[in-house]
């Protein structure tokens, strides 16, 4: 597949991903694949430039026991307009109820900290060793 995105980069272009680790059609380690292979093919340019998040329980694209109601675009325009690259992106659950987790750009995931564990602010995202 095509990873050469020089031209977007280029252009000071910024890119979210995401997948849900539950999806029943397509891996999310596909989609990994990818993003680390526009990695190699784009070097500190796409890394500096893009973020990967796995979304846990999540079915395709939303559903399944996750939390799949996130604000990615909110994240990029943020990202693009003030300059502030997102790192832990506040979800929540779509099916209802007042539970949040941090999603962490992959490989990092959210560890508890203590405190409530229905809040974000309980978890702090840290790097898979």
């Avoid at 784009?42 to 973020?51: E, K, L, Y």
């Avoid at 997102?86 to 203590?114: F, K, M, N, W």
Wanted: glycine residues 12%; aromatic residues 16%; hydrophobic residues 40%.
């Amino acid at each position: 597949m095509w990873t050469n995105l020089s031209t977007f980069l280029g252009h000071s272009g910024k890119v979210l991903f995401y997948h849900g680790v539950s999806d029943p059609w397509f891996s999310a380690f596909d989609t990994w694949d990818y993003w680390q292979r526009a990695a190699v093919a784009n070097g500190a340019a796409f890394t500096d430039a893009s973020r990967f998040y796995m979304v846990p329980g999540m079915g395709h694209c939303g559903g399944g026991d996750a939390f799949d109601s996130f604000d990615l675009l909110g994240a990029v325009v943020d990202w693009v307009e003030k300059g502030a690259a997102p790192d832990a992106v506040i979800a929540s659950r779509s099916t209802g109820g007042d539970e949040q987790r941090p999603l962490c750009p992959y490989p990092a995931y959210a560890h508890y900290l203590g405190g409530n564990p229905a809040l974000a602010a309980s978890y702090a995202c840290r790097k898979a060793e």
